[in-house]
Structure formats: structure tokens, C-alpha cells
């Protein structure tokens, strides 16, 4: 009986390298986000042509550089607890968890990805634990149940976006800070 010949593994270079591009790509985009691929690369130390393995075209990295946004977002927000206490606690911990992240990828979310149907579809699942959040504190009385669960999402998701967009030099904790209070003040229930 013939064997099947063995599954190919990534080499650890390979993947060293992918993570050292990606990084240097967040940083690099972060500060400059006309950034070239040739300053990518020299931010991860690495040659164009390194560069150029892992991802062909600039659309290609900014791809790489969504994917990975999005699978740290969800596993920020899964660190977040948002099942645990009120859920005023548990939107102000998603805002903390979403914040450095929104900082750290401010160039994918200028990008246009909130015009691509992909982006959009793949941010309304990874932001579904905090549509449930906001429901939960619209049956407790916490926030105003007559503003639509969605509408109070969809407001927290621009404000997130703006904020990182332009406070490049405000510090994380006080963004978080200011989205929270601006989303809490105009939709938490009246006391």
C-alpha cells in the first residue's frame, strides 16, 4: 500500500519572517502610512525581495495585516470577559481591549475597509459578543433600550475608528477613556 508522502511544515525562518514583516508593517504603517514596501522591509530588517515572498503587492500585506487585526481583536475581546459583571464593566473592558489594537492598526482601518463586504461581514461577527453586551445591558436597565442594540454598536465602532484616527498622539487609556465616556454618556439609562 503506497504511503501518503508528508504534509509539508512552514520552515521556523519562514514564519519568523512572516511575523517579523507584519510587525514592522504595524509600525511602520502606524507612523507613516504612505510607508513603502521597501521601508516595510527595512523596518523588519529583511530584503525587498524577502518581503516580496510573503506578500507580492502592498494589497496582498494590508490583507495579511486585516487578518491578523481581526484575530486579535477576537482574542482580545474573549480576554476581555465580556460575560463577566455589569455590562457597562464589560463594554468599558472591550473599549480597553479594542483601543491599542485600533492604534496599533490605525493604517487597515484607513484603508477603506469599511467599504469592503468582506471586512465589514468579518467585523460584525468578531463584534457580536458586544451586540450581545449591549442587549444585555438594554434588559437590565443599564443602557436605553429605546436606541436599537445595533444603532449603539455601530456608534461605538466610528467612535473607536475615530479616535484612532486622529489622536496619534493621545495616549491609549485616555482614548479608551474618552470613547467610553462619549458612548456612555449618550446611551446609558437615566438615573
Known amino acids: 500500500m503506497p504511503t501518503r508522502p508528508p504534509i509539508p511544515r512552514e520552515r521556523s525562518d519562514v514564519r519568523r519572517n512572516r511575523r517579523a514583516l507584519l510587525e514592522a508593517a504595524a509600525e511602520a504603517l502606524a507612523q507613516n502610512p504612505g510607508a513603502s514596501m521597501t521601508d516595510v522591509a527595512r523596518a523588519a530588517k529583511l530584503t525587498r525581495a524577502t518581503l516580496y515572498r510573503h506578500f507580492g503587492n502592498r494589497a496582498e500585506l494590508i490583507d495579511a495585516m486585516r487578518s491578523e487585526l481581526l484575530e486579535r481583536a477576537r482574542l482580545a475581546l474573549i480576554d476581555a470577559r465580556l460575560d463577566e459583571g455589569s455590562a457597562l464593566d464589560a463594554l468599558r473592558r472591550a473599549v480597553d481591549a479594542l483601543v491599542p489594537l485600533g492604534l496599533r492598526f490605525r493604517a487597515i482601518l484607513a484603508e477603506g475597509n469599511v467599504l469592503d463586504p468582506e471586512f465589514v461581514r468579518e467585523r460584525a461577527e468578531l463584534l457580536a459578543p458586544v451586540l450581545r453586551v449591549i442587549e444585555r445591558g438594554q434588559r437590565d436597565g443599564a443602557l436605553r433600550a ?46
Open 146 to 191: 429605546d436606541v436599537p442594540a445595533t444603532w449603539v454598536l455601530t456608534v461605538m465602532a466610528a467612535t473607536l475608528a475615530a479616535a484612532v484616527g486622529t489622536s496619534p498622539a493621545t495616549p491609549g487609556t485616555a482614548i479608551a477613556g474618552l470613547v467610553y465616556s462619549t458612548l456612555i454618556e449618550g446611551v446609558a439609562a437615566a438615573r
